[in-house]
């Protein structure tokens, strides 16, 4: 019977040690995958259990701009669509807490980890957003983005991502300039970012929707009738939008008509910085 006590002895000593060990990811750059609700994360659980997987992909817009950054040992950066959460995170237990000194703390709960691939829970009920839901949990896969970091600020900087923040009243005309500028620095990070990748054919540009027209030729404006409400949203109204659009066709109108022997993405790059050139003297 000794042998048998021992051999228990041992097994529960390891059972404690397994579920009291702490849960953790390396850090890096974290692409945001799919996520849900919990109610249709549990009506999915139920019907198809490996469709919410953590290495399971969504399609929606929002998620490909949409990202977790864990890096320099403690700092990270959470940009869901308008929701942008800068600070100090740490481990603990199951859970991964992230602390913003401004908007505040969250606890994200590590629901499932596999190579590359994190699933998290969390509560985003106190940070104010126009698109994320907020009357219950929401599950949320990401993958990790291996994509070397060639130029910065990369897609996954917290500089070119301040356009999140959404204003909280009618901002002077600096400031939507500001903010429109910030948002074309978020893109061309963006383009940049596909670059890298090696992504050139079917690439997505829904993490960029914007009055822009992205072409194998170059860039073009669209006509205000046609511009994405999800743009003008970034702004307090539309009458601050328009502002920020006149601003751009500023920025059009003004820019440098160099001619680039290249094509695609790399010449898309081009004619952004062209633009990003053009708008910081206006």
Avoid at 41 to 63: H, I, R
Avoid at 227 to 240: G, I, M, Q, R, T
Wanted: negative net charge; charged residues 25%; hydrophobic residues 35%.
């Amino acid at each position: 019977m000794k042998p048998l006590v021992i051999l228990l002895l041992t097994l529960f000593v390891s059972s404690c040690s397994f579920f009291g060990s702490e849960k953790t990811f390396p850090e890096g750059n974290y692409q945001l995958i799919c996520g849900y609700t919990t109610e249709s994360y549990l009506k999915v659980k139920k019907e198809n259990p490996q469709n919410v997987e953590a290495d399971t992909y969504g399609d929606d817009p929002t998620y490909h701009r949409s990202f977790l950054s864990l890096h320099d040992k403690d700092q990270f950066v959470l940009a869901i669509d308008d929701i942008l959460l800068v600070g100090k995170y740490r481990f603990e237990g199951d859970k991964l807490q992230l602390t913003d000194d401004k908007k505040g703390s969250i606890a994200l709960d590590i629901v499932k980890l596999k190579k590359d691939f994190v699933q998290v829970k969390g509560d985003f009920s106190q940070f104010s957003s126009a698109h994320i839901p907020n009357t219950e949990r929401l599950y949320i896969n990401f993958a990790l983005d291996k994509t070397p970091i060639r130029e910065t600020p990369s897609k996954f900087s917290s500089q070119v991502n301040l356009w999140r923040n959404a204003p909280v009243k009618s901002e002077s005309e600096n400031e939507i300039k500001a903010r429109a500028l910030n948002f074309v620095d978020y893109t061309i990070a963006y383009f940049q970012h596909i670059s890298s990748s090696g992504v050139h054919q079917n690439y997505k540009v829904d993490g960029v929707d914007s009055p822009i027209i992205y072409a194998e030729n170059g860039i073009l404006l669209k006509d205000w009738e046609d511009v994405p409400a999800s743009w003008k949203e970034l702004f307090y109204d539309e009458k601050n939008a328009a502002v920020a659009y006149k601003y751009l066709l500023d920025g059009f109108k003004n820019g440098s008509k160099e001619k680039y022997h290249v094509t695609g993405l790399l010449l898309i790059t081009f004619y952004l910085k062209n633009l990003r050139n053009s708008l910081a003297t206006i």
